[in-house]
Nanobody
Framework: QVQLVESGGGLVQAGGSLTLSCTASGSIFGINAMDWYRQAPGKQRELVAAITSGGSTNYADSVKGRFTISRDNAKNTVYLQMNSLQPEDTATYYC??????????????WGQGTQVTVSS
């Protein structure tokens, strides 16, 4: 089994920065992909940023140039550096992970979410 633990959310003023992290633990052989999604109240969950095992990245248009996704394969951790935060970035941020397990199976799941609130 795999556990995902997210951290780094909080309250920040517009223009500020936060860094989120998501660490996977358990019987992991390797991480295939780790992504960040967010969901604001009354809105659908949307993809914010994605990173492959090879390091290729993809961003939502709304965060390009402000957010940076990175990963530390040795630590099974993905980061989301968020700069120039705006009130519209307020949401619960979730990481999702596809992991190859030691028994040869593939695990896919979500973290518990971390709240990011940006005040104007």
């Amino acid at each position: 089994q795999v556990q995902l633990v997210e951290s780094g959310g909080g309250l920040v003023q517009a223009g500020g920065s936060l860094t989120l992290s998501c660490t996977a633990s358990g019987s992991i052989f390797g991480i295939n992909a780790m992504d960040w999604y967010r969901q604001a109240p009354g809105k659908q969950r949307e993809l914010v940023a994605a990173i492959t095992s090879g390091g290729s990245t993809n961003y939502a248009d709304s965060v390009k140039g402000r957010f940076t996704i990175s990963r530390d394969n040795a630590k099974n951790t993905v980061y989301l550096q968020m700069n120039s935060l705006q009130p519209e970035d307020t949401a619960t941020y979730y990481c999702d992970t596809e992991a190859a397990l030691r028994d040869g199976s593939t695990w896919y799941g979500w973290g518990q979410g971390t709240q990011v609130t940006v005040s104007s």
